[in-house]
């Protein structure tokens, strides 16, 4: 049942941005638009911190063992509503994103465009990561996914972008 | 499971095609059409005319995109580099990982 629903979700998300066409109030559709950037760094921001956070606390407990080790034997249940909550929004603020980049194409620059392909490889990664079961390209896509070259571009590509974003 | 795919996919194509076309401002070009027609003593030539500088002057916006050059180019070759770089680094990680240790067993 629940995969002949994803197709209709997916169909409705597709028709969404639609209705940003048909208003003639430039201002109104444009600030929509915009909000739909701010709503992608926010997801994404609320989607990776957490997760960090919570990977960096266990590996170091990990290596500090004791009392420490227990505390992350009794995380381990959080790790996966963890990590599915990481997926979800970083799955809405990344097609928030891209919906945001199309909708103004006619703006495209070279760092809109760093930040959107970036963006992509981080999410295809991300998505083998999780939903295929070969052995070597998880392991590919682990070590990519994690990556800190890739991580430190995403985030000053998203400080450039807002910062000439109004130009 | 398959009819239901190729179903959704059929009303998908369809969507795509006639649901932005429904919200499209028809208005615009009809009043522009019509604001041709009624112009008296303004002969084929002039309007089609008047129709090539409008062209033109859409064609002008397109020059206000940024792509082409300056700083911002070095940082889209430079985010291109980055990610071949990242992609071949873990490849390389990956295959060096795996390689039998010849001089080990000898």
């Not at chain 2, 008296?40 to 397109?62: A, L, S």
Request: proline share 3%; no cysteine; hydrophobic share 45%.
């Amino acid at each position: 049942m629940n995969t002949k629903i994803i197709p209709i979700i997916f169909l409705l998300l597709f028709l969404a941005p639609i209705p940003t066409f048909a208003d003639d109030d430039d201002d109104d559709s444009e600030d929509a638009i915009e909000n739909l950037g701010w709503v992608a760094l926010g997801a994404g921001v609320i989607a990776n911190l957490p997760f960090i956070v919570f990977n960096k606390w266990r590996r170091f407990a990990v290596r500090a063992g004791g009392q420490s080790l227990q505390m992350v034997q009794q995380a381990v249940q959080f790790y996966k509503p963890i990590l599915n909550f990481h997926i979800i929004l970083n799955s809405i603020g990344y097609f928030a994103g891209m919906t945001h980049g199309l909708l103004l194409v006619n703006n495209l620059d070279s760092i809109s465009l760093s930040l959107a392909i970036t963006m992509t490889v981080l999410m295809i990664s991300g998505i083998l990561l999780r939903y295929t079961s070969s052995r070597n390209t998880k392991v590919f896509n682990r070590l990519l996914h994690g990556q800190f070259g890739l991580v430190f571009l995403l985030v000053a590509l998203i400080i450039l972008h807002v910062l000439t974003g109004d130009d | 499971m398959n009819a239901l795919t190729l179903g959704l996919f059929l009303i998908l194509t369809l969507s795509v095609v006639t649901v932005p076309t429904v919200f499209a401002d028809e208005d615009e070009w009809d009043d522009k059409e019509g604001e041709y027609e009624q112009r008296e003593g303004f002969g084929n030539m002039e309007r089609e005319q008047e129709r090539e500088r409008e062209r033109e002057y859409e064609d002008d916006d397109d020059e206000g995109l940024a792509l082409g050059g300056g700083i911002p180019d070095v940082i889209l070759y430079g985010t291109i580099a980055v990610i071949a770089g990242s992609v071949t680094y873990t490849g390389y990680k990956i295959y060096k990982t795996k390689q039998p240790k010849l001089s080990a067993s000898r």
